[in-house]
């Protein structure tokens, strides 16, 4: 049986402390442990007093509505996702399975461990209002006897919160990046605090890619130099080569515009959340690139896939020109390149069979990443970045 649903509990000093080593909290979240956490903002604060605003609106935190609209539906409505967690929750759950989903959201993956017979699922929520709606959808289900929605981080969760300790530990928190949501920070800490050694953590392995590309269509609306015969290159001085942009929120799916790759797909990171932690992932990491293909790259292009057993979930764009959800939801990452630290930004120009060295540098906590090619030598050797800012 699930266990009993915990109220009014009292704030362990050390839920500060372990929430706040993680780098992303999620929209509408209600944790007052995280450091310089401030309420919501009603989502009827940011409407216009004369335009209307329906009562199931009104008062739900402004992240939180943005955050449904601009990823969950589609996320939901991704088959391929939904498919891959369940063909592998079929394979470890029976009737004798404990799960615990961390990041349940919608409940989604959570009746689908019921579903598949599991003996107890705990959803575990930090958003009040998304912990509400999976508890909707659990009962329109009839599932509320096998499912428990705990309204919390898990970075506060405690073994006497469940049952007893999980056999399966679910989650899908991905980014587009693939740790962009503090993915394995999440896992550690469960892991660390409440698994046993024997428990299956699903999904098991996730590899984060990058590939240099030649991509006009990119290059056009994130770069100008002129116009007839006037000069607006000085316009470049402002262009951005050190964030990382979305692909959709260029307003482009990367499997609908024509573009190259210039070499082979770089392996930035492998974790394989059952073990891995952050600091098994490199600060700075240093990759040889051969260029398969002559060519002036525009972009990293950033892509990642997750497996467990035969199973394969990728954002690489290549397979997901059949699925637009995927894209909506997640997509694929970008950096602008930048082959000097001049003035101006200095176009990145590949040739077949030529070696080019890049730099990437992570943040503390693995979240954000920035790649920069590194100088030549005297003699045209590739040379390591140090001392190069960016």
Same mark, same amino acid.
């Given at each position: 049986?699930?266990?009993?649903?915990?109220?009014?509990?009292?704030?362990? #000093?050390?839920d500060?402390?372990?929430?706040?080593?993680?780098?992303?909290?999620?929209p509408?979240?209600?944790?007052?442990?995280v450091?310089?956490y401030?309420?919501?903002?009603?989502?009827?604060?940011?409407?216009?007093?004369n335009?209307?605003?329906?009562?199931?609106?009104?008062?739900?935190?402004?992240?939180?509505?943005?955050?449904?609209?601009?990823?969950?539906?589609?996320?939901?409505?991704d088959?391929?996702?939904?498919?891959?967690?369940?063909?592998?929750?079929k394979?470890?759950?029976?009737?004798?399975?404990?799960?615990?989903?961390i990041g349940?959201?919608?409940?989604?993956?959570?009746?689908?461990?019921? #579903?598949?017979?599991?003996?107890?699922?705990?959803?575990?929520?930090?958003?009040?209002?998304?912990?509400?709606?999976?508890?909707?959808?659990?009962?329109?289900?009839?599932?509320?006897?096998?499912?428990?929605?705990?309204?919390?981080m898990?970075?506060?969760?405690?073994?006497k919160?469940?049952?007893?300790?999980?056999?399966?530990?679910?989650?899908?928190?991905?980014?587009?990046?693939?740790?962009?949501?503090?993915?394995?920070?999440?896992?550690?800490?469960v892991?660390?605090?409440?698994?046993?050694?024997?428990?299956?953590?699903?999904?098991?392995?996730?590899?984060?890619?990058?590939?240099?590309?030649?991509?006009?269509?990119?290059?056009?609306?994130?770069?100008?130099?002129?116009?007839?015969?006037l000069?607006?290159?000085?316009?470049?001085?402002?262009?951005?080569?050190?964030?990382?942009?979305?692909?959709?929120?260029?307003?482009?799916?990367m499997?609908s515009?024509?573009?190259?790759?210039l070499?082979?797909?770089?392996?930035?990171?492998?974790?394989?959340?059952?073990?891995?932690?952050r600091?098994?992932?490199?600060?700075?990491?240093?990759?040889d690139?051969?260029?398969k293909?002559?060519?002036?790259?525009?972009?990293?292009?950033?892509?990642?896939?997750?497996?467990?057993d035969?199973?394969?979930?990728?954002?690489?764009?290549?397979?997901?020109?059949?699925?637009?959800?995927?894209?909506?939801?997640?997509?694929?990452?970008?950096?602008?390149?930048?082959?000097?630290?001049?003035?101006?930004?200095?176009?990145?120009?590949?040739?077949?069979? #030529?070696?080019?060295?890049?730099?990437?540098?992570?943040?503390?906590?693995?979240?954000?990443?920035?790649?920069?090619?590194?100088?030549?030598?005297?003699?045209?050797?590739?040379?390591?970045?140090?001392?190069?800012t960016?």
């Open positions: 049986m699930p266990p009993k649903q915990h109220r009014h509990q009292k704030k362990d #000093k050390n500060n402390a372990l929430q706040n080593t993680i780098g992303f909290v999620p509408g979240a209600t944790l007052a442990s450091s310089g401030r309420p919501p903002d009603a989502f009827v604060n940011r409407i216009d007093r335009i209307p605003v329906p009562a199931r609106l009104r008062h739900t935190p402004v992240s939180l509505i943005e955050a449904v609209n601009d990823f969950h539906y589609a996320m939901m409505n088959e391929e996702r939904n498919n891959f967690y369940y063909e592998v929750l394979k470890h759950v029976t009737p004798e399975t404990g799960v615990l989903e349940a959201g919608s409940g989604l993956l959570s009746l689908m461990a019921a #579903k598949l017979g599991a003996k107890w699922v705990v959803a575990v929520e930090g958003s009040e209002e998304l912990a509400k709606l999976a508890r909707e959808n659990i009962r329109a289900n009839n599932m509320e006897h096998q499912v428990k929605v705990l309204h919390m898990s970075t506060e969760l405690k073994p919160h469940l049952p007893e300790p999980p056999d399966v530990l679910l989650s899908e928190i991905f980014g587009t990046m693939m740790l962009g949501e503090s993915a394995l920070d999440y896992v550690v800490d892991r660390n605090r409440l698994l046993k050694p024997t428990t299956k953590i699903i999904p098991q392995f996730g590899t984060q890619y990058a590939v240099p590309i030649e991509c006009d269509a990119l290059h056009r609306i994130s770069s100008v130099s002129g116009w007839r015969d000069d607006l290159k000085h316009m470049m001085t402002l262009q951005d080569t050190v964030s990382i942009v979305f692909a959709k929120h260029y307003g482009i799916r499997n515009v024509n573009f190259r790759r070499s082979d797909p770089i392996e930035l990171f492998r974790v394989d959340f059952s073990s891995s932690n600091n098994d992932i490199s600060r700075r990491k240093h990759f690139v051969v260029a293909e002559s060519g002036t790259a525009h972009a990293m292009l950033f892509y990642w896939k997750v497996t467990d035969e199973f394969v979930m990728s954002t690489d764009p290549e397979d997901t020109v059949n699925n637009f959800p995927r894209d909506m939801q997640w997509g694929q990452a970008l950096q602008l390149l930048d082959a000097s630290n001049g003035p101006l930004p200095t176009p990145v120009v590949f040739t077949e069979g #030529k070696n080019y060295n890049f730099e990437c540098n992570f943040s503390g906590d693995r979240v954000i990443l920035h790649m920069q090619l590194c100088p030549e030598s005297g003699n045209g050797e590739m040379t390591e970045c140090e001392g190069k960016t």
